[in-house]
Nanobody, 126 residues
């Protein structure tokens, strides 16, 4: 069964950094573009970052641009979300997702992703 397994996250203070990892069990990890989403309490799940199959192209939501960085290591079937200068407003459950043989380099549309990680909590509190 193909799956994405997340690790990382936790409880931090404003200004701190965290890294969340997402490892895929599929052999053909480089056939998937990938994205990161988050869902805060009472809100819809939103796109925050995406990366193309090769890792050469990236896209970010305005809310995280300049603070978050998405990368991937296809040799390890893993992608990462490095989060710096975290804010209270970044508190949410974070999800990684993979889009198999994507039509576009990166999609921001939740429904176009085929596989999802289990989610990991990031809480930023004073």
């Amino acid at each position: 069964q193909v799956e994405l397994v997340q690790s990382g996250g936790g409880l931090v203070q404003p200004g701190d950094s965290l890294r969340v990892s997402c490892e895929g069990s599929m052999r053909s990890f480089d056939q998937y573009s990938a994205g990161w989403f988050r869902q805060a309490p009472g809100k819809e799940r939103e796109f925050i970052a995406g990366i193309s199959r090769s890792g050469d192209t990236k896209e970010y939501a305005d809310s995280v641009k300049g603070r978050f960085t998405v990368t991937r290591d296809n040799s390890r079937n893993t992608m990462y979300l490095q989060m710096n200068n975290l804010e209270v407003g970044d508190t949410a459950v974070y999800y990684c997702a993979a889009d198999w043989l994507p039509v576009k380099l990166i999609t921001t549309v939740l429904e176009e992703y085929d596989i999802w990680g289990q989610g990991t909590q990031v809480q930023v509190t004073v």
